[in-house]
T-cell receptor, first 114, second 114 residues
Framework: DSGVTQTPKHLITATGQRVTLRCSPR?????VYWYQQSLDQGLQFLIQ???????AKGNILERFSAQQFPDLHSELNLSSLELGDSALYFC?????????????FGPGTRLTVL | DQQVKQNSPSLSVQEGRISILNCDYT??????FLWYKKYPAEGPTFLIS?????DKNEDGRFTVFLNKSAKHLSLHIVPSQPGDSAVYFC?????????????FGKGTLLTVNP
């Protein structure tokens, strides 16, 4: 158990809908990262937050947005969903924004768009 | 453009023998490298890391070697155990600024046969 929790575990929805994925980092970790794992793309970095502020952006679509709240939990919002958004979404956390510390991953949310 | 490559999608070894997983990278700005292990239906689990100022890091049965001139790293598992059977991801970070995202390879499925 990494100490990072993600809810829900599974999500099935229809195209055009909007969903919210939730992540609670390990106690004491200030940074939260979101990754997408689809079948043929491997793990792709989406976005990073550090202590409530956006720190880095990766291959995140404009239809997707995220935020980190004062209690440090984070939410990833996916809107106007398309079939291709079906994937595993992982949240990870680390102590600070520094590169020299490992990220701890949650169990993931499996999103299926029908 | 894949900056971290794991060219072997799968590897099969006998219990007790050495497992060697390889990873190549193209971005010379990467200065921190990590290996993660992933079981089905779970998030990636941190295994071992190495910074670019070192060429070897050891932790129990796991050793990571870094050859900066070749932009190559490898993970050695000795002796291999059936419980090591999982997908292994190589990841890299660096580039300065606030760029602490992890760039992952596509993974190598290791099967350790009893």
């Amino acid at each position: 158990d990494s100490g990072v929790t993600q809810t829900p575990k599974h999500l099935i929805t229809a195209t055009g809908q909007r969903v919210t994925l939730r992540c609670s980092p390990r106690s004491g970790d200030l940074s939260v990262y979101w990754y997408q794992q689809s079948l043929d793309q491997g793990l792709q970095f989406l976005i990073q937050y550090y202590n409530g502020e956006e720190r880095a952006k990766g291959n995140i679509l404009e239809r997707f947005s995220a935020q980190q709240f004062p209690d440090l939990h984070s939410e990833l919002n996916l809107s106007s969903l398309e079939l291709g958004d079906s994937a595993l979404y992982f949240c990870a956390s680390s102590v600070d924004a520094g590169g020299y510390n490992e990220q701890f991953f949650g169990p993931g949310t499996r999103l299926t768009v029908l | 453009d894949q900056q971290v490559k794991q060219n072997s999608p799968s590897l099969s070894v006998q219990e007790g023998r050495i497992s060697i997983l390889n990873c190549d990278y193209t971005n010379s700005m990467f200065d921190y490298f990590l290996w993660y292990k992933k079981y089905p239906a779970e998030g990636p689990t941190f295994l071992i890391s190495i910074s670019s100022i070192k060429d070897k890091n050891e932790d129990g049965r796991f050793t990571v070697f870094l050859n900066k001139s070749a932009k190559h790293l490898s993970l050695h598992i000795v002796p291999s155990q059936p419980g090591d059977s999982a997908v292994y991801f190589c990841a890299a970070s660096g580039g300065g600024g606030s760029n602490y995202k992890l760039t992952f390879g596509k993974g190598t499925l290791l099967t350790v046969n009893p």
